[in-house]
């Protein structure tokens, strides 16, 4: 299978910011759509955002329009999420998740990703 592995994730206080990765090493990564989603305690797990390949098309859920920024780096195989003024809310572990069948839309549909990272806790302090 397609391995993912996230990174960046931590302790961060309310207000800061975070960059998280997703790294695969086949140049194939490149082709696929790419998600992050995260998942708090006792909630389910929930979209967050979204890349196309070739991140030409992009996707937000609402509670992180204007603060996260994903993006993607081709030459590292690596997609990113760039968080910036987070909230505790922010708080649970982050996965990220490639998406082989319907690359073209940053799909935010759980069930269209076909791949997942190990997760990485990011924690924001009040």
């Known amino acids: 299978q397609v391995q993912l592995v996230e990174s960046g994730g931590g302790l961060v206080q309310t207000g800061g910011s975070m960059r998280l990765s997703c790294t695969a090493s086949a140049r194939a990564f490149n082709t696929y759509g790419v998600g992050w989603f995260r998942q708090a305690p006792g909630k389910e797990r929930e979209f967050v955002a979204a890349?196309?390949?070739?991140?030409?098309?992009?996707a937000y859920a609402d509670s992180v329009k204007g603060r996260f920024t994903i993006s993607r780096d081709g030459v590292k195989n690596t997609v990113y999420l760039q968080m910036n003024s987070l909230k505790p809310e922010d708080t649970a572990v982050y996965y990220c998740a490639a998406d082989i069948s319907r690359p073209a839309i940053a799909t935010h549909v759980v069930s269209d990703y076909d791949f997942w990272g190990q997760g990485t806790q990011v924690t924001v302090s009040s």
């Open positions: 890349i196309s390949w070739g991140g030409g098309s992009t």
